[in-house]
């Protein structure tokens, strides 16, 4: 059998999406072991959205990257879905780690968070304001910070 390249793409309703190129002996099973594969990456991401994580104590948190660390601070601090801006990200950071959050990097994590639809955006640049979607409020683990 002459080798081949293939490429799979798959991706779901949150628009996550998977690519798998493969290049070599490409049998029917192979395929279908790829596809299946894809499949399953898909859908253990809706797993993880869908099962009540478990909540994290500070220190447990001080271990993750500093996005890990936003995240779970607006999953904690605005899970209620009230609206935030950026300098009320970087208040409530410095609150509950004593470390100043740079008002860029909190920005640009805001905005990726949103991309990945983990938030909602409402409010001209300047303005900007945003809450946790509905969807997601119950389900995200929380800082335990007593």
Known sequence: M???????ELSDEQDNKVTITF???????????IILSVNNILE???TILEEDAKDITIIEALDKSLYERVKLLI???FRMGNWFTTNDLCDSY??????NLKITTASTY???LYEEGFLERAGSRNERKFKIKKELREKLPKLITQ
Do not use: H, P, W
């Open 23 to 33: 290049e070599g002996n490409l049998t029917e099973k192979n395929l279908k072991n």
């Open 94 to 99: 410095q609150d509950i780690f004593s470390v």
């Open 75 to 77: 999953s904690t601090a």
């Open 44 to 46: 253990k991401q809706e």
């Open 2 to 8: 002459a080798k081949r390249k293939i490429k799979v």
């Open 110 to 112: 805001l905005a990726r």
